[in-house]
């Protein structure tokens, strides 16, 4: 088995958060610690979270939700606990408690007075959901109970909108713990994971989207097209399989979600556009799924970055995996099931530059995010891209001081992200033409370009060197 990768930062994280409950507790002195982390399903949360505990060697509880009643949710703690390394948990069992004030306040009996322990609470929107009043529960047990023993109190979730609501102003357990966000697995850990070259870790990246369990079925050393051919010979692999379990958990049938993310993820941008595609339908219907996709963080509806507003907003599916699935296997899972895999690999051998090189953009300025600023290249707060309507004026990065209108562009640039073809004048030429449209400032202008550059004239120029290095800087 693959030994764990990559996640030291979030690791060093929760070390820091129960070494500081380390101190012990008691009285009316608060000890305890909480984290609330939040991350898309199957991005590795669970997996992180038992690492942890690993490494720690301190008694835990992991409990996870399923969905069920408070009452079955209640009995699935008690099996918890009876499970745990808790070390009186024998006491939970003796007196099983049947209500969850009561289970909270059980809880804070057993948990070691004098040394460091970890409570873990999966899947909480579950309990958010079904539970009356679990929120102001919690909050109750915390500060009164829990919050008073030095234990690590971990709130996971990945229904990443209900996991922000649990610490917003208006509810009941607002700033008790801290947030944290787990992403998925970023370019340098994948290529460290599987062994690839820079240029192969960003496409590794765009199709596994950093899942670790897609990673996990990439062979050390594998080019892209192996584990692609291996994958759909495979009908229950992860690479398949993922994003069905994913969408099924969060978009209700009834909702038109999975419908409009369908659309979007076939290419369409556009409000009109994505309606046609989904079946022509209603512009409230359109608006209430869209605003859902957009809530969830499945899509992001971006406006052009620039210093006019503009009402072209566009929308795209922002996790990379979903995004490849949608584009490629979804719509043709009948053929790999029929053990015709090979059709749809041919189909994304045809398609797969031009996919590519629009599915980088968003890595591309997350990764220019984290290295800037560099030499001429000021830092941005916000990088983006530019559009017209009539799309004959495009530029790919937008480096500006905020969103959507700027007060001031900070620099420009193009991405070119082909095998054999580097950035050459015809391309500069054309990033001028497109900044003097926008603005007639001489802001910098960079280029990004998988084949290197072949001309004079930028601030700056990336590569997928260049560009991995931003993800090693933690």
């Known amino acids: 088995m693959r030994r764990f990768i990559g996640r030291e930062r979030e690791l060093r994280v929760l070390d820091a958060a129960l070494r500081k409950t380390a101190g012990g507790g008691g009285g009316s002195r608060q000890a305890g610690e909480c984290v609330l982390l939040r991350g898309r399903r199957r991005v590795g949360k669970s997996s992180l979270v038992e690492e942890f505990l690993s490494r720690a060697d301190v008694p835990y509880l992991f409990f996870t939700a399923a969905g069920g009643s408070a009452e079955d949710e209640l009995t699935e703690l008690l099996d918890a606990v009876a499970s745990s390394t808790l070390p009186e948990r024998s006491l939970f069992a003796e007196e099983a408690p049947t209500q969850w004030n009561a289970a909270f306040r059980l809880l804070a009996e057993i948990l070691p007075d004098d040394s460091p322990s970890v409570v873990v609470f999966d899947e909480v929107p579950y309990l958010m959901e079904r539970i009356d009043a679990f929120e102001g529960m919690l909050q109750r047990a915390w500060d009164r109970l829990l919050g008073r023993k030095p234990v690590l109190l971990l709130l996971v979730g990945s229904d990443l909108s209900m996991m922000e609501a649990l610490n917003s102003y208006d509810r009941p357990f607002h700033q008790r713990g801290r947030e944290m966000v787990l992403g998925p697995l970023d370019p340098a ?29 990439w062979e050390e050393g594998a080019s892209l097209w192996e584990f692609l051919r291996t994958s759909l010979d495979n009908p229950i692999s992860a690479l398949l399989v993922s994003a069905e379990r994913s969408m099924a958990a969060e978009f209700p049938p009834h909702a038109m979600s999975r419908e409009v993310l369908s659309a979007i993820g076939s290419g369409e941008r556009t409000f009109t556009n994505i309606a046609r595609a989904a079946g022509g339908i209603a512009h409230t219907t359109l608006t209430r799924a869209t605003d859902l996709l957009t809530e969830k963080r499945v899509v992001a509806a971006e406006l052009p970055v620039s210093l006019r507003p503009s009402r072209e907003r566009r929308y795209r599916v922002a996790d990379p995996y979903l995004r490849f699935w949608l584009a490629f296997l979804g719509p043709h899972m009948a053929e790999i099931e029929r053990m015709r895999g090979d059709l749809t690999l041919s189909r994304i051998e045809a398609q797969w530059t031009s996919w590519r090189g629009r599915a980088v953009e968003p890595l591309v300025r997350e990764s220019l995010a984290r290295l800037l600023p560099d030499g001429d290249v000021p830092a941005a707060p916000v990088i983006g891209g530019y559009w017209t309507r009539s799309n004959d004026v495009e530029i790919d990065l937008v480096g500006a001081d905020r969103q959507p209108v700027a007060k001031r562009l900070l620099f420009l640039g193009s991405v070119k992200w082909l095998e054999n073809s580097a950035f050459d004048g015809h391309d500069l030429a054309a990033l001028h033409k497109h900044r003097a449209a926008v603005t007639e400032d001489p802001v910098p202008l960079i280029a990004v370009s998988r084949a290197g550059v072949g001309c004079t004239g930028l601030q700056a120029a990336y590569g997928p060197e260049e560009l991995l290095t931003a993800w090693r800087r933690n």
Do not use: K, S, W
């Open 189 to 217: 850990d994948i290529g460290d994971m599987l062994g690839l070259e820079p240029a192969a870790a960003f496409d590794a990246a765009l199709v596994t989207g950093g899942l670790p369990l897609v990673c996990a079925e």
